[in-house]
Structures are given as C-alpha cells and as structure tokens.
C-alpha cells in the first residue's frame, strides 16, 4: 500500500533537528529508519494523513556502548550489528537479545532497527519481548531534553506508545543485572518471515545455591495488546530452586495469566498452551546459561 499522502521527505543530521521537524508537521509527521513496518502500518489503516517522512539513519544513533552499569543501543542500530556484536554474544545476560535476532531473515536484519522494533508498538515483535524481560528502557529525546521510559510504561496499547508530542526514541538502555544472571527467547512464527504466533522472554539471576533470586517472564505475539508480563510465573520462581517442576509451574502460571486473542493463526486456546511451553522451554534455556 503507497503512501499517497507524503509531500516530503527530510534526513536530519542531529537529533535537534529532527525535534524541530516533529515540532513543525505534528501529527502529520512520521518518524522512518529501516522502515520494515511501513507496510504493514499502511495496510492497517494506522498512516492515513502522513505527509512528512523523517528519516534519522544519520543522526548518528547507531552505535552499541557497553558500560558498567549499563548497556546502550542506538534507536537505528541494525538488527545485524546485534548479531556481530561481540559483547552481546559473550554475555550470557543478554541472551535474550542474541535468540531474538537468530529469527528473522537477513533482508529484515540488514534492514530493521532497534528503535523501530520498539517505537512501532506492534505485540508480535521480537525485541521488544526480549527487552522487556532485561527491565529495558528506552531512551526518548525532545523539546525537554532526554528521558528514559521503562518499557513496561511505554508500550500503552496496540500500536501506541507514551511518547510526548515532539519526542522520539533515541536509544535502549538495559541495566546491567547481578552475577549469575542469564536470560533466553523463544518463538513460534509459521516461516522466517512472519510475526510470532507466540513468543516467551525470560531473565533469571541465581544466587550460589541455585535459587532464584529474581526473574522476569513475558510473552507476546498474540497475548494482548502489549506483551504480558506473566507475574505469577515470577513469584513462583522468586526463592525457589529451578529445576523440573518449579520450571513446570511457572509454565502453568504464565498460561493462567494471559487472555490471548484469536486470529486467523491461531485460536487463543493455542495460544494460551504455547504460552506454557515457550515459557518452560525459555526457563530451561536462560538456566544453561547461568555461570
């Protein structure tokens, strides 16, 4: 579907700029970088008055910083630049963000970018799960200056996010989590092309006897309009040892907790059982991973 709408097309330099961009066209300005999603916000209905494209793939917002306390990944870093990353591939921490990027083919991760994954809103993405279950953050820029957003606050509904008026992302931050941390991703899609059916995201910090000493679970794809956060999977894990049936519990926990939608995929009692098996598989993966 074209965007018969669009007038001009602008590729700001500096992240100013593109405030000033937002500030002048409003509501009638779209943010682009990879633009993997423009269709499909197109066919949905969600572009209909569009007549300002910004493009910020110069805007010097692709680099990836390690830090102490912190990792930072620039809003038009590269789903393939995730996977080159040395740093992410090593960290058993962020092995959620490593699983995610293993999914999609390599036109989408030559072109797809972080920022878009997670400004588009859209709960049958990758990332944003994975970024979720590592108490992400993303990082928006505008008029007042920066502001980090958790995740969880961010996403506010089905393709909307908590973006002020004249802000745009800029960039993920993921805190850096205690030792004996680990974390894993798992989908299920139809092909290497498709949005997830469902997927899982888990993050787990062990003390030195083996029990949890905190976890995150999330599902998406399907799970709402937002992927969920499966709570009652977490306190079950909370203290306890991770083994065969704490894992099985959090499975059952995390399927109780979802209210899936039904779609032409698949039906929300499908949905609803896979939650349970990508979550266990998910517990199983990020635990290997643990030191």
């Given at each position: 579907m074209a965007l018969t709408s669009v007038e001009a097309f602008h590729s700001p330099a500096d992240k100013a700029s593109?405030?000033?961009?937002?500030q002048k066209h409003e509501d009638?300005?779209?943010?682009?970088?990879?633009?993997?999603?423009?269709?499909?916000?197109?066919?949905?209905?969600?572009?209909?008055?569009i007549e300002v494209l910004i493009d910020i793939q110069n805007s010097g917002l692709d680099n990836i910083t390690i830090n102490t306390d912190n990792v930072?990944?620039?809003?038009?870093?590269?789903?393939?630049?995730?996977?080159?990353?040395?740093?992410?591939?090593?960290?058993?921490?962020?092995?959620?963000?490593?699983?995610?990027?293993?999914?999609?083919?390599?036109?989408?991760?030559?072109?797809?970018?972080?920022?878009?994954?997670?400004?588009?809103?859209?709960?049958?993405f990758d990332l944003p799960t994975s970024f979720l279950a590592l108490n992400g953050a993303a990082q928006a820029h505008g008029p007042d200056g920066s502001r980090d957003i958790p995740l969880e606050e961010f996403f506010s509904g089905l393709f909307?996010?908590?973006?002020?008026?004249?802000?745009?992302?800029t960039a993920i931050k993921l805190p850096?989590?205690?030792?004996?941390?680990?974390?894993?991703?798992?989908?299920?899609?139809?092909?290497?092309?498709?949005l997830a059916i469902v997927n899982a995201a888990v993050a787990l910090t062990l003390d030195a006897?083996?029990?949890?000493r905190q976890a995150r679970v999330f599902v998406g794809g399907g799970m709402g309009e937002t992927p969920v956060r499966a709570s009652a999977a977490e306190n079950l894990l909370t203290g306890a040892?991770?083994?065969?049936?704490?894992?099985?519990?959090?499975?059952?926990?995390?399927?109780?907790?979802?209210?899936?939608?039904s779609d032409h995929r698949a039906s929300a009692e499908y949905?609803?059982?896979?939650?349970?098996?990508?979550?266990?598989?998910?517990?199983?993966?990020?635990?290997?991973?643990?030191d």
């Open positions: 593109v405030v000033q961009l937002l009638n300005a779209l943010i682009v970088a990879g633009g993997t999603f423009l269709h499909g916000l197109a066919s949905r209905g969600l572009l209909t008055g930072v990944i620039g809003a038009t870093t590269r789903f393939a630049q995730l996977e080159t990353s040395q740093e992410i591939a090593q960290e058993a921490w962020l092995g959620a963000v490593k699983d995610a990027i293993a999914y999609p083919p390599i036109q989408i991760m030559n072109s797809a970018t972080v920022g878009g994954s997670i400004a588009s809103s859209c709960p049958f909307e996010n908590s973006l002020a008026p004249a802000e745009f992302v850096q989590p205690p030792a004996n941390s680990a974390s894993a991703f798992i989908k299920l899609e139809t092909n290497a092309n498709d006897e083996k029990k949890c040892v991770v083994d065969e049936d704490s894992i099985a519990g959090a499975g059952e926990a995390a399927k109780s907790g979802v209210d899936p939608i949905r609803a059982a896979m939650a349970k098996v990508l979550v266990e598989k998910a517990l199983r993966k990020a635990l290997a991973r643990v």
